[in-house]
């Protein structure tokens, strides 16, 4: 099983930029999808961002045009370019499967990223 660990998280003014980085241990083409979730205190994780195998992205309308997810097949990392930082992108970030069903249910430690206005 593929195990996905997250880094690149910090604290960042208004406006900034951070690249979260997510590190597979085995080959992340084993995997149809990866995407990348947060989870802001009180409420619920949701996806924001994920990439197929094939490279086709999709994003959450609250990120669209600020945020890019991209993948190094030779790397095996996913990553998630973040511009335009807002105070509410605020959030423990995580990297996981995406479009599976049941949903994933093993979750890492994540990465937390805090945006000051």
Do not use: H
């Not at 997250?6 to 083409?29: D, H, K, M, P, Y």
């Not at 991209?70 to 790397?75: E, F, I, L, P, T």
């Not at 423990?92 to 599976?100: D, P």
Request: net charge positive; hydrophobic share 35%.
């Amino acid at each position: 099983q593929v195990q996905l660990v997250e880094s690149g998280g910090g604290l960042v003014q208004a406006g900034g930029s951070l690249r979260l980085s997510c590190a597979a241990s085995g080959s992340i083409f084993s995997l149809n999808a990866i995407g990348w979730y947060r989870q802001a205190p009180g409420k619920q994780r949701e996806l924001v961002a994920a990439i197929t195998k094939g490279g086709t992205t999709r994003y959450a309308d609250s990120v669209k045009g600020r945020f890019t997810i991209s993948r190094d097949n030779a790397k095996n990392t996913v990553y998630l370019q973040m511009n335009s930082l807002k105070p509410e992108d605020t959030a423990v970030y995580y990297c996981n499967q995406a479009y599976t069903w049941p949903p994933p249910q093993v979750w890492g430690q994540g990465t937390q990223v805090t945006v000051s206005s």
